[in-house]
């Protein structure tokens, strides 16, 4: 199959979370099924095109208002030959974030800019003499594609789409004033379910016009369609549920692999554990806390947002680490970046309390030195369509404690004192207090159940979630939607 691919983010060109880890690794597992399947994604300021080539065409891209012109320069994913075209267009993408920077989290002309891709998409299909069969939109950003190729490019009457919803907290709502620019009719604004209390909303339009709608678990596949976790879209999503399906995200096993990890002081594996020892030291030199190897280590790598549960944890006068750092014994590392209030309190958190140490920023190599030298892992999700921590965590022999949610609650198998079962430590009610009472259990089950937990982490080890398997899944999705 020809598979189209329009994103917003791809690893490791452009990232802000799971969707472009999401978005390559599924790539290259489908492109070793044999598939021909290329991505387009902006060409964003801090992506150095020094070693891409630049496509001999233009495009010209008619909107509403104005045709946009844009080059194209073309790369490939790295250990790959899945092909990336990088869609540069200065006015939208030369700037330094991807949907918006500090002082301007949402970028005023997001609405514009990302129009812009989905319609761009089909304009390098032209040049490209190139006809996908499939065209899967993912999130708010790429939605528009399936309402452009539903309703006004009928030169792609046989191509299907497929939109899937990584996060339906980011619907991407702007005001109606951006639709004469879609170059889309009028009627299409209720037609096509753009509209949204009288605003422009993407998703919701994708979710309207996509052939087949996927979500990243099964557990967020129902989740959604409920008003607790529907966003206000979850009628809309009982009305497509037939066409919505739920397939569990990979992970990238060749870039998160304690055995070959090259970020790593010292790799190690199910056999041999000793490396995660040195990885822990190294991780409590590295964050300014006490040396002790006999410590439990707890750790977090996360967007800072109300999604991933830091109110419960860090609120002053409300969240749990004050308390579980001064009550236990035991050590926590945080990485991260987002919402003010809670950077804030992280530095503050960080000089008062010994046991505990916060890193402010993006880094790569030290997510995973966490992950290789953490005892465990917290994930206290709000909602968590699929979370890829846990998996990562689950493969690096680090017991994760989580919110039974989403794909967590999928990925995570709880703890059973008297067997000894499972691979993690789960609670339900999003509260300082459960998230206390399950670091507490974690802790205890630390320095009484040695033996247990040895043996949940070379359970959660052996796992497979490399992307093979849900790879299948979605070649079975396009298969169908393509009626093949
Ligand atoms: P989400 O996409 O909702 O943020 P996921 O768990 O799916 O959650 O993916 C988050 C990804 O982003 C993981 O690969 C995680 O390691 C990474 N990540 C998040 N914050 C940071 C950070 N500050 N530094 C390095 N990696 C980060
Ligand atoms: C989103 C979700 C996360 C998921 C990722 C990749 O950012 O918040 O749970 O893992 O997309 O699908």
Not at 215 to 236: F, H, K, M
Not at 258 to 272: A, E, M, R, V
Not at 376 to 390: A, V
Request: net charge negative; aromatic share 12%.
């Amino acid at each position: 199959m020809h598979i189209l691919m329009v994103t917003s983010e791809a690893a490791p060109f452009a990232k802000a979370g799971g969707l472009a880890d999401a978005v390559s690794a599924l790539s290259k597992a489908l492109r070793r099924l044999g598939h021909d399947v290329r991505i387009i994604m902006p060409r964003y300021s801090f992506i150095s095109t020094e070693e891409f080539a630049l496509q001999p065409f233009g495009l010209f891209v008619p909107m509403g208002e104005a045709t946009e012109k844009a080059l194209v320069y073309k790369t490939l994913l790295p250990d790959s030959d899945t092909t990336v075209y990088l869609l540069d267009h200065e006015g939208f993408f030369g700037r330094s974030g991807i949907y918006g920077s500090k002082d301007e989290p949402d970028y005023a002309d997001n609405a514009k800019r990302f129009a812009f891709l989905s319609r761009a998409a089909f304009r390098l299909c032209d040049n490209l003499r190139w006809k996908p069969d499939i065209i899967h939109a993912h999130d708010w950003p790429s939605s528009l594609c399936t309402v452009y190729k539903r309703y006004s490019e009928p030169g792609y009457l046989g191509s299907r789409t497929i939109l899937s919803i990584h996060n339906l907290g980011y619907q991407g709502v702007y005001s109606k004033d951006f639709y004469t620019y879609f170059g889309l009719p009028w009627e299409l604004f209720h037609g096509a379910g753009l509209e949204y209390y009288d605003s422009i909303n993407l998703l919701k339009g994708g979710i309207t016009s996509a052939d087949s709608l996927s979500t990243v678990s099964p557990t967020y596949a129902r989740e959604i369609q409920s008003p607790e976790l529907g966003n206000s879209l979850d009628g809309l999503l009982r009305a497509r549920s037939a066409s919505l399906v739920g397939i569990l995200n990979g992970i990238d096993t060749d870039v998160w692999n304690p055995k070959t990890d090259s970020y790593l002081p010292s790799t190690y594996h199910i056999d041999d554990m000793s490396g995660k020892a040195v990885c822990k030291e190294v991780l409590q030199q590295e964050f300014g806390l006490a040396v002790e190897p006999d410590t439990p280590l707890i750790a977090m790598v996360s967007r800072l947002t109300n999604q991933k549960g830091v109110k419960e944890l860090f609120k002053p006068g409300y969240g749990t680490v004050p308390d579980l750092c001064k009550d236990m014994d035991m050590q926590m590392v945080v990485l991260g970046s987002g919402d003010s209030w809670c950077e804030k309190e992280l530095e503050s958190l960080s000089s008062a309390l010994p046991n505990f140490k916060a890193r402010l920023g993006y880094s790569e190599k030290l997510a995973h030195l966490i992950e290789a030298g953490a005892d465990f892992f917290l994930m206290p999700s709000q909602y968590e369509p699929c979370g890829l921590n846990q998996m990562y965590s689950l493969r690096y022999g680090t017991l994760p404690i989580a919110r039974r949610t989403g794909g967590l609650a999928d990925t995570i198998s709880n703890f059973n004192e008297k067997t000894g079962a499972g691979t993690g430590f789960l609670f339900d009610a999003l509260t300082p207090r459960a998230i206390y009472d399950t670091c507490g259990w974690a802790i205890w089950a630390y320095y009484n159940r040695t033996e247990q937990l040895r043996a949940m982490r070379r359970r959660g080890m052996s796992q497979d979630f490399s992307w093979s398997a849900s790879a299948l899944e979605y070649d079975a999705l396009y298969r169908s939607c393509l009626g093949i």
